[in-house]
């Protein structure tokens, strides 16, 4: 399934590069399973129930949500479609879909997704570095609109700007860490004299977020830390991850008994509004 080259290790954390810009989300899905890969299920469940809230305040048009780091178009699939992320390992580990050149399977995926389509009106744009996984994104129609672009280094497009001008949502799973600060200013000023969007992330613990949490400040966003639950990324690749990863929660202090320690990557989930907007706590509004 993956080669020594798939998985070598970065700074203690097992790199997935390889699989991240292929011409089809095969190889993605089928190395993630292996490691449980969960945190888009987790996705599905929070930005969902954070747009049922701001759908309330919007009435009946289109919601937009722009997933940062969206590489094929994962979360777009599970908020936009009747599907889950099982579904969606089943299907891309299929033996049925397994001869399909990446043409074929996007056209098949357009159909599969297109009998899918939740009644609630939700546009997403997908935002990654990786041009052929947003390719295959747009391809599929599992992205309404995608931008192979890196705000690290770069201006965004006029276009990506046009795009994120009117988000209701800003979303990330499994992003963190690659994009910085820079990314969501970048992305922010775009949408400067129009409505502010509210940020939503998952981001391992052992990522600090305080950085990102203070630009967004500078737009008007207050962060709040959902607190008393974590949420399983993946499992570690192996030991060598997992007593590097532990050591470097111990040196931040973080109680690893029950969470890291059991073999698994966990998330914290942040979600971030305008102070007006803000007035019902995270815990609260996600039903928990
Ligand atoms: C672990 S994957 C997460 C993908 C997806 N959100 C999910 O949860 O399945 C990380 C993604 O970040 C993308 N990425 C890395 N650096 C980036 C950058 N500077 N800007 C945008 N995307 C980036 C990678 O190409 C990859 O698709």
Redesign the pocket.
Known sequence: MHDGDTLHEKDGKAN??LI??LEDPRE?FNV?QEFG?S??QH?QRLFSALLEARREKVGERPLRVV??????G??AALLKYETTLDDLYARYGSEELSSLSSEELAEADAAFYRERRREKALEVVG????RN?ISYGISSEILDAGFA?????DEPSDALCRAVSGADLLS????VG??SER?FERLLDCALGERTPWVATFALRWVSYEEISEALSAYGLITEKLEGHTFTQRRFTGDEEREYVLEELEKMGVETAGKEDEGWYQANFYLSRPADEAKVPVKKLLGL
């Open positions: 997935f590069d991240y810009n993605y993630l890969y945190i888009p996705g997933d940062i780091c969206c590489s094929y994962v979360n935002l990654d570095v990786a996984a672009e890196n705000l690290e280094e990330v799973t499994g992003g690659y994009i990314t």
